[in-house]
């Protein structure tokens, strides 16, 4: 398994990928809708994780020169509990840092307690904040 910078090819398994871990998310976060917004920031902050030519992983990260966030990090559930998901963040986290971004944030849906736990267990802490969002 190697970790890079998504390519054009790689679309069909980040499709495949998306549907199978996130299948409840609404279609404005589809790949058709989510991988053209994010490439046209030009920020290389989409990465895949690939295993003999397939896509198994994913994360996609934004920095707006005050905060760094993470966002679409999965892992096909045959590939789970192989660290994959940990180099993915640890990937995005290097890349942030190196554009000068010193926190991250992310959100995690909070039925979702096998997640968060990952995230802790990153050293991630659960901030006592209330998400709000608009759609455009």
């Known amino acids: 398994m190697h970790i890079r910078p ?3 090819a790689d679309f069909a398994g980040l499709d495949v990928l998306w549907r199978e871990a996130f299948p409840n998310d609404p279609p404005r976060n589809r790949a058709e809708q989510s991988v053209p917004a994010k490439l046209a920031m030009n920020d290389d902050l989409l990465f895949v994780a ?3 030519g397939k896509v198994i992983g994913s994360i996609m990260a934004g920095y707006d020169g ?3 966030w993470l966002y ?4 096909r559930q045959s590939a789970k509990r ?3 998901g940990t180099a ?5 986290e290097g890349a942030l840092r190196r554009l000068g971004c010193i926190k991250i944030n992310l959100q995690v ?3 979702n307690a096998a997640v968060i736990e990952f995230y802790k267990g990153l050293g991630f802490t659960v901030e006592e904040h209330i998400s709000m969002g608009r759609l455009l």
């Open 6 to 8: 998504y390519e054009a």
């Open 50 to 52: 690939v295993e003999d």
């Open 66 to 68: 005050h905060r760094g």
């Open 72 to 75: 679409s990090v999965a892992v």
């Open 82 to 84: 192989r660290g994959i």
């Open 88 to 92: 993915l963040v640890e990937t995005a």
């Open 109 to 111: 849906r909070s039925t």
